[in-house]
């Protein structure tokens, strides 16, 4: 199993980006995707959820409104928009794949990585 994080740079404050995440060696649409983001010196935090169907989406409160979880499962693919970015939003970003229940938030609770991606906002 691969999971190819992408869409990751630098960019200013209210500014956009678009996160990748290209899965490959699982039955994708079988898995509940997530995203989660490490910022230095925290711990792994959960951002944004979609169901297998792609018909549920949870956000974190900290990124409602702003950032927009889609996955294409013809591409076995999950995206992340991202919009209005703030300093306080620099981080790694992940994409995980679990078999988990849709309430499954915490990262044990997901089966597969990707690599990571470097998100970094300026004031």
């Known amino acids: 199993v691969q999971l190819q994080a992408s869409g990751g740079g630098l960019v200013q404050s209210g500014g956009s980006l678009r996160l990748s995440c290209a899965a490959s060696g699982l039955t994708f649409s079988r898995y509940l995707m997530a995203w989660f983001r490490q910022a230095p010196g925290k711990e792994r935090e959960f951002v944004a959820k979609?169901?297998?169907?792609?018909?549920?989406?949870e956000y974190s409160e900290s990124v409602k409104g702003r950032f927009t979880i889609s996955r294409d499962n013809a591409k076995n693919t999950v995206h992340l928009q991202m919009n209005s970015l703030k300093p306080g939003d620099t981080a790694v970003y992940f994409c995980a794949a679990g078999e988990g229940n849709w309430y499954s938030k915490r990262p044990e609770q997901y089966d597969y990585w990707g690599q990571g991606t470097l998100v970094t906002v300026s004031s």
């Open positions: 979609i169901s297998q169907r792609n018909n549920m989406l």
